[in-house]
Structures are given as C-alpha cells and as structure tokens.
C-alpha cells in the first residue's frame, strides 16, 4: 500500500494519488509524492504496461533536463550494457556537453569539423545513399530537385566516379550519355550540382568530403556527434544530422551487437524543424520497437514545433519528464500529454532536477533525480556560471577587505587580536571554517525546523508547508534521499500536520520513515536529528532588549552556545516525551478495542464477483491478502497488487487459483491498501484489466480507497 503524499503546499491542496505500480530498472530518483525510490528502464518495462520506449524531456534552461537524460544513459551503460549515439548541439567551453560523460564510459566524441562522414558509401544501401544525397540538397537548395534533377541525380549515383561527395559532383558535371543525351543530364543536374558544391567547395566544406572521408565505428559503448562549434542558423546541422539518423538506421543498428540502443537528440528541435530531417526521424520512432531502439528527444517546449508535429511526438514517446514551465506552456504539454491538473498546476513551480514524469498511458508521478558524486561532475553544464558567480564573490570580498582596516589600539591586552567579527560574518569564513576543530552534533544550531515549526504554532500552515519542502529539497541535494538530514523533514512534515489538523497526513508521514527503514522515535524524539526538541511548544517572538550586547569574542567559536543548545534540547525533549508516550498508549487502547484481526469486501468488477479479504498474523508482523472468486467461470484474470508487489490468479482444471500476497506491517492497527484487477466479460489476453482500489482495515471495514465509501463485507469464512 502506498499513499501519495505531498512535499509542499501547493501538492497539498491536490487529490490524495495511490499507486501500486513498481518499474523494473535503473535507480532515477525519489518521488516527491511519497518518499518511494523511482526506478526505470523502459526496455525491462512490460510491453503491455509500456508500448513504447521512446522518451520525452522537456523543460525550460536549468530545469535539469539534460542532467537527467545524461544520467540514465550513464546507469544504462554502466548496469544493462546498453549503446548510445548522441547528437548534441548544445555547451560550453567549445565543446558538446555530452562529451565529458562520453568520454568517462569509454566512448568517443566526434567534433564537427574534425571529422569526414561520407554519404555515398557502400555501406548505404543505394535507395538510402539517394534518400541521403536528396536531404543534403534540399537543406541548402529547397528548390533544387524537381523531376529532371531527381533523375540526374539518379544517373549520376550510379556512375563508378560517385564514391564519394566529390566524385558525385564530377558525375553531374561531366555526366556520360546515357537514356538521354549527356548535354540534358547536364542541364538537368546543374542545380543539384552547384547545391552540392556548397559541400565541396563552399561554407560547408569538410563535413562530407575528402580523402579521410567514412563512417564511424559501431561497436563503441556511445558515440558524441558534437556539433557545438557550429553556428546554430547553419544549414550544415540539419544536414549533419541527415546523414547521422541515415548512418544510424542503416548501419549502427544493423551492426551493433548490444541489447538495446539509444539515440539521443539534444535541442530535437532543430532536427524536427527541418524537412529534411523530421520525416527521418519520424521513421526511426515508428520503428524503434522492431528495431531494438529507444529514441530520446530532449528539447525546451513542443509549441515551437508546431501542433502537428508535436502531436505526433507526444503520442509516439510513452515516457515524459517534463521540467519547469511557464504556466501557459504547462498547459499545452498537459493538454497533449493527457496530464492530470494537480501535475500541470505543478510544472511552474518545480525546482532544477525535479520533473512530472507519466510512464504509460496512467502512471504519474513527481521525481527529484539524484546523482552521486561522479555523475554531478559528468553532467555539470553550468561551470561557467559557477566561476563567474564565484569571481563576483571574490571581487566583493577584496574590495571589503581593503575598505576595514584594523582599529589602533594603545592597550597591551589586545596586541595580536583580530579585530570583532558578527555572528554572520564569522559562521562564513572560510578561516573559521578551516580552523574548526570540533565535532558539532549533527545540525544543533539549524533553526530552519524551528521556523517551520513556529509558522504553524502560528497558524501560517501555507507558510509552514513551503518552508519545510525547501529544506527538504535543499538536504536531498547535498545529503542524498535516505539520509538522516532528509528523513528528518518528514518528521516535521509529520509535526505540521498534526498542528495544522491533519492527523491522517501526520500518520502516513510518519508510515513513509518507517517504510525507508527508519526508526520514526528517533527522529522526534532526539536532539541528533536535525530538528531540536525545544521547538515543541509555543515561544514568545524574542525582542531587542532581551537580546544581550554583542561582544568581542576572544576565540572565533560557538561550540559553547551549541552546546548549551544541545542540552536544553535533550531536557526539554524528555518531558515532552513521557507526555506524548501516555498519549499514544492510550490510542493504542483505543484502537486494540475493535480489533478482529481480518477484513473482506465483496466486489463486482467486469461482470465478476469476487471477494478481496485481509488477515492479519498474531503476532502482528505482516498481514495475507487474497483475491477469491468461487464458482466464477467468467473469471479470466486475476491480480492483486499491495506495498510493490503483485500476484496473479493461476488456473488450474479450469478454476483460478486464488493470487495471495503476505506482506510485513509495521503497525497491525494500520489499514492495508490493495489494488484489485479482474479480468471478465470484456477483457482480452494483452489488454488491460478493469480495477478498483481498496481500503481493508483490520476491524473488519473496508472502503473504497478513491470515494470512502463502505464496501459490502465478504464471506467471512477464511
């Protein structure tokens, strides 16, 4: 059972989600809706849940885009052998931003300019070798090819000189006589030659000319056409990328030997805006099941190609992640992706890394990508932002330093002092930093809990929701998902509820550390967390005169206002411990009251009946499902899915075999949620399976998980 949960205010007011779905695969990320780990590789991914493998970014500058798309390419490297070819036509520094991450996997980086592709190799089958030559043509001469050309063309492919670019040109040129005299050929071919030339001889000489001229090698673990260094408004990008998706389709995939292949279209919009590519490219997604290819789009927004093409897109590519928005382009992805409103309301506000992904035609979800160490330095496309932003820094700080000089002093007691620093300044300085040598508790002087907290004491729950999801996202960046830091904003996520009157909230918070592997007590009930214990009660707002005078501190430490800190804080949490001990005994009580240990509901999905029933152990470590359907010869398929995992009905002489599931429960008193799928009437071997999700409590009540209502109880024989 798995209860979407909200990470900020503005989830907060969206529909409680469940989903049961769990994706074989590549670790991505963690979901912002319930703590969960996101896991995918579509290729795994049945094909009954996942048509296509084809993928989707999209997302406006630093939304973390690429970042994403770098990542799963590298963990598919690395973990499934998979093969990637890149078009990248984007970065910085002179050089693709794929190239660091191509190089680390073993693979090669092709730059525009220092590299020969040739379009009339033998390697091309002679129908693509025209269908090739043509694009080249018509990305610079549109009006260059009619029917004349076209046959010119013809003639002069098949001439032994057309070897290569140069040789063709010659052949139109020159041409030998042929069905036709050799002086129509050459009237006939004067277009497409001089269109050519421009290849040969002109602005665009050295892509597809010269004695070097080939195809790259096909068994590298990913290649990088890196086509940065070439002006964006270039005719020599679309015809670059021409020849790449020929050689990719024709020769890449026919060669290459791994499992599965990607190839990926950094700024796709440069590629699907030009006629002579988009129909290429078109192709290769139609294809790509057969042909054993994921094609990975990555580009800012589908308006600009237009609503054709980015209708086909979309419906061509079943997995999306879409990036941070303006919120009139949000609407538009929703509308054509088929999102529902709470994730289009969600797009504009998104955080760098965080995006909406929908997996299938129904699966949707909020993801923060994680990277560890290496991929943060493989994937960094921002560094010289950084140094310029770093540069300013320390531009300000030795104009700072000039300006203060040291008082003068006659005393012999100050002689070697620095002059006074602020709190502020001192907590920032790199030599305070340097010098510190003493191992602080983890987090005792961080007060972002303490003002969330205060916010809700205060009645400011919008505020407090807002304050406690950017913590959160701030210790997810540097800490990582599971870590303590992190773990810890659920427990004062937990608190805010239950200030803010939404004990339900507060228990599946509280649920959701359990689930991570977490000892919820410790979180709230000790000062090493990140959340100190004397923020449990209300606090009068400090004033100024209860602050005392700053003094110069002889040593540049606050060990010792942290330790005090600390102490207070272990005092403080132990009296209102024994407090909330008695209060969870005597709902312990409570619910122990009405406690029957199992639950049913009878249900009726495609024309079947069935009953779905719940028991729960004596000893209280985990709990049985079931999905019974007695005497039902309509009954075709079966399943139950609970907490991740799943079970299908089996038939044997002619009857089902019940699905059972046992799962371990943290709490016997919590309810289970399971989703049930039956198959009857309507349903076919392939196709999708009618389902209705329910809530079984241990009292013997169930309900519907999407309306509340109180289902009919089962048979109670089990």
């Known amino acids: ?269 440069q590629i699907l805006l030009s006629p002579a590519t988009s129909q290429l490219i078109q192709r290769l997604l139609k294809n790509s099941r057969k042909a054993g290819l994921s094609l990975d789009v990555i580009m800012h927004t589908l308006s600009d190609l237009g609503d054709g093409r980015a209708q086909d897109l979309a419906r061509l590519c079943e997995v999306a992640h879409i990036g941070r928005l303006g919120p009139e382009e949000a609407a538009h992805v929703g509308a054509l992706l088929g999102l529902p409103a709470w994730a289009v309301e969600k797009i504009p506000t998104l955080d760098p890394g965080q995006a909406v992904w929908k997996v299938g035609p129904d699966h949707v979800d909020i993801i923060q990508t994680v990277l560890d160490d290496e991929e943060i330095r493989l994937t960094d496309t921002s560094s010289r932002r950084r140094r310029a932003q770093k540069a300013l820094v320390q531009a300000t700080t030795v104009g700072h330093t000039a300006t203060v000089a040291a008082p003068e002093t006659d005393s012999d007691d100050h002689q070697g002092e620095e002059p006074p620093a602020s709190v502020e300044q001192e907590a920032n300085s790199p030599d305070s930093q340097e010098n510190w040598n003493w191992n602080m508790p983890p987090n005792v002087i961080d007060i972002r809990h303490h003002h969330v907290l205060q916010a809700a004491l205060a009645g400011r729950c919008g505020e407090a929701a807002e304050l406690a999801a950017i913590g959160e996202r701030e210790d997810i960046t540097a800490h990582g998902i599971n870590s303590d830091q992190a773990v810890s904003w659920l427990a004062t996520r937990a608190r805010v509820a239950d200030l803010c009157g939404s004990p339900d909230q507060a228990i599946q918070l509280r649920a959701t550390v359990a689930r991570i592997g977490k000892d919820v007590e410790w979180f709230e009930n000790t000062s090493n967390g990140t959340e100190p214990e004397w923020h449990r009660g209300s606090q009068p707002e400090p004033t100024t005169r209860d602050l005392p005078e700053p003094a110069a501190p002889k040593h540049r430490r606050l060990w010792p206002y942290a330790a005090v800190i600390a102490a207070l804080t272990i005092a403080a949490a132990g009296v209102w411990q024994t407090a909330e001990d008695e209060h969870h005994t005597q709902e312990r009580r409570e619910q122990a009251a009405p406690y029957k240990g199992r639950s049913g509901a009878e249900l009726h999905i495609d024309g079947v009946t069935a009953d779905v029933r719940a028991r729960w152990a004596q000893d209280g470590k985990n709990v049985i499902l079931q999905l019974v359907a007695p005497g039902e010869v309509g009954a075709k398929y079966l399943r139950i899915d609970a907490a991740g995992q799943s079970a299908i009905g089996e038939w044997k002489t002619g009857h089902p075999v019940p699905p059972e599931l046992v ?29 209705q999700t329910v809530r079984l409590s241990p009292t013997g009540a169930a309900f519907d998980a999407d309306t509340g209502k109180t289902l009919p109880p089962d048979d109670p024989i089990f």
Request: glycine share 8%; aromatic share 6%; with cysteine.
């Open 1 to 269: 059972m798995t209860i979407r949960l909200p990470s900020n205010h503005a989830a907060i007011t969206a529909p409680l989600v469940t989903y049961n779905t769990v994706f074989p695969g590549i670790p991505i990320g963690r979901s912002l809706l319930d703590g969960r780990a996101f896991h995918l590789s579509p290729v795994l991914t049945p094909a009954a849940v996942l048509p296509s493998t084809n993928s989707l970014a999209l997302g406006g500058l630093g939304s973390g885009k690429s970042t994403t798309a770098k990542t799963r390419i590298h963990r598919e490297t690395l973990h499934h052998n998979h093969q990637t070819v890149v078009i990248d036509s984007f970065g910085e520094d002179n050089t693709g931003e794929w190239a660091p991450l191509t190089r680390s996997l073993g693979g090669r980086v092709i730059e525009a300019g220092s590299f020969t592709l040739n379009p009339c190799s033998e390697l091309f089958p002679p129908e693509v070798r025209e269908q090739l030559i043509r694009s080249l043509i018509a990305t610079v001469e549109p009006g260059a090819l009619n029917h004349q050309a076209t046959h010119a063309l013809q003639h002069a492919l098949n001439h032994p000189k057309a070897t290569d670019l140069n040789g063709l040109v010659d052949a139109l040129v020159r041409p030998e006589a042929g069905r036709w005299p050799a002086t129509k050929l050459t009237e006939w071919g004067e277009g497409a030659a001089i269109a050519l030339s421009r290849y040969t001889e002109g602005s665009l000489q050295g892509l597809f000319d010269g004695p070097d001229a080939g195809l790259p090698e096909t068994d590298l673990p990913i290649l990088s056409f890196d086509l940065s260094r070439l002006d964006r408004n270039s005719p020599a990008i679309p015809a670059l990328m021409a020849a790449i998706s020929c050689w990719a389709e024709h020769v890449w995939l026919r060669q290459s030997t791994a499992v599965h292949r990607h190839l990926v279209l950094e700024e796709a919009w």
């Open 663 to 691: 799962l371990p429960v943290n709490d016997p008193h919590a309810e289970v949620t399971v989703r049930v799928s039956i198959g009857g009437n309507t349903w076919k071997e392939g196709s999708r399976a009618t389902s």
